[in-house]
């Protein structure tokens, strides 16, 4: 049966120029950088510098994909953008970015959910492309969690980084089995019981202001593997595939003992692991599209390979992603 595949064409990241190293934390907080490696697996992060915006960085990281990819701004049909820090209230990230790469066509909105919020956007701009709405997307995951950190928490403020990350989905026709390249399968689950596990404490319709994150880290960790790995393996699951099938893990790079967790529950050796969490820390709905950037750019991920990403976030809001490079 013929069927429409949304297949990634091109793939391309941005990270801020500062670079701080987790000893950077030991001179205002009591910290180290041996704790902050052995419990998160983190070395160093990027920040934004000062008025550097997420639509800036997300603009950064759409060219390089275009340019991956082959294409100019106005072969795009659409912008799906993921993010929980954007410039402004509204207007949408996706619409400044639309604006910035000079598109005049087309449409761009933002997906909020916050570390699974690639996960989300990539679901949505598949469905996008399935549905015969757009034929060629951008989707993009692009974070400043650097203005949402309170500098004195030491418990998350040690965690997070900045950057942006996005890939060309392309819609191509397939045979309708997990042979075909592209977009196999999602998961997307919520469940707002745990909304207190991560959050932000401000926000438009309450205090008026952007408000600083809060975690419950521990209640968080335990609730991770189970679910990441329950998602994952119900994604491959919804394609006739299964663990063994997978060639590489790309998950959320939120912990490493959490990635570790789900890679050893999965039966995967870390060898099938996509890892870039020491570098970029958690960069929240922008960890996914940086890590497939990163590991493509690192000639890990093939074209033709089974891939799963992964991500939970504040919502919570966890979900999973089967596609074929
Ligand atoms: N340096 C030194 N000590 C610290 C630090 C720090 N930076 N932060 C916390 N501690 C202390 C705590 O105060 C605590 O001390 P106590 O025992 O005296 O009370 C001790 O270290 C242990 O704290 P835990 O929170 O139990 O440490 P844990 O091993 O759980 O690691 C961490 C903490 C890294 C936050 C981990 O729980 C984690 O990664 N959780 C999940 C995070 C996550 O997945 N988030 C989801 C995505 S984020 C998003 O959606 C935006």
Redesign the pocket.
Same mark, same amino acid.
């Given at each position: 049966m013929s069927v429409i595949r949304a297949v990634v064409r091109g793939v391309g990241h941005y990270l801020p120029e500062r670079v701080v190293p987790n000893s950077e934390?030991e001179k205002t907080?009591?910290?180290?950088d041996e704790?902050?490696r052995t419990?998160?697996g983190i070395e160093r992060r990027h920040f934004a510098a000062e008025g550097e915006t997420t639509s800036q960085m997300a603009t950064h990281a759409a060219r390089a994909a275009l340019e991956n990819a082959g294409l100019q701004p106005d072969d795009i049909d659409a912008i799906v953008l993921a993010t929980?820090t954007p410039d402004l209230t509204f207007p949408s990230v996706a619409t400044m970015v639309q604006a910035e790469l000079g598109m005049t066509r087309g449409f761009g909105f933002d997906v909020q959910a @916050?570390?699974?919020g690639f996960i989300f956007a990539l679901t949505n701009a598949n469905a996008l492309i399935v549905s015969g709405q757009a034929r060629r997307i951008l989707v993009i995951g692009a974070e400043t969690?650097s203005r949402i950190m309170d500098w004195t928490d030491?418990?998350?403020c @040690?965690?997070?980084g900045d950057g942006a990350g996005a890939l060309v989905l392309e819609a191509r026709q397939g045979q309708g089995d997990s042979s075909d390249r592209g977009v196999l399968a999602a998961d997307l689950n919520s469940d707002g019981r745990y909304r207190d596990m991560?959050y932000v404490d401000g926000g438009v319709s309450t205090t008026g202001q952007a408000g600083h994150?809060r975690?419950q $880290? +521990?209640a968080?960790?335990r609730q991770?593997v189970g679910k990441l790995t329950e998602t994952a393996e119900a994604a491959l699951a919804k394609v006739g595939l299964s663990d063994a099938d997978v060639d590489w893990l790309v998950p959320?790079q939120?912990?490493i003992?959490?990635i570790q967790g789900t890679a050893k529950k999965m039966g995967l050796p870390m060898e099938r692991v996509v890892l870039t969490i020491q570098d970029h820390g +958690?960069t929240?709905a922008a960890s996914i599209p940086l890590a497939l950037s990163v590991a493509a750019g690192r000639g890990q991920i093939e074209k033709g390979q089974i891939l799963v990403a992964e991500a939970? $976030?504040?919502g919570l809001a966890w979900g999973a992603v089967v596609l074929r490079w």
């Open positions: 934390f907080l009591d910290t180290s704790w902050i419990r998160s929980s @916050v570390c699974a969690f030491r418990s998350t @040690v965690l997070f991560l994150l975690m $880290g +521990n968080l960790f991770a959320h939120a912990n003992r959490i +958690n929240s939970i $976030g504040g």
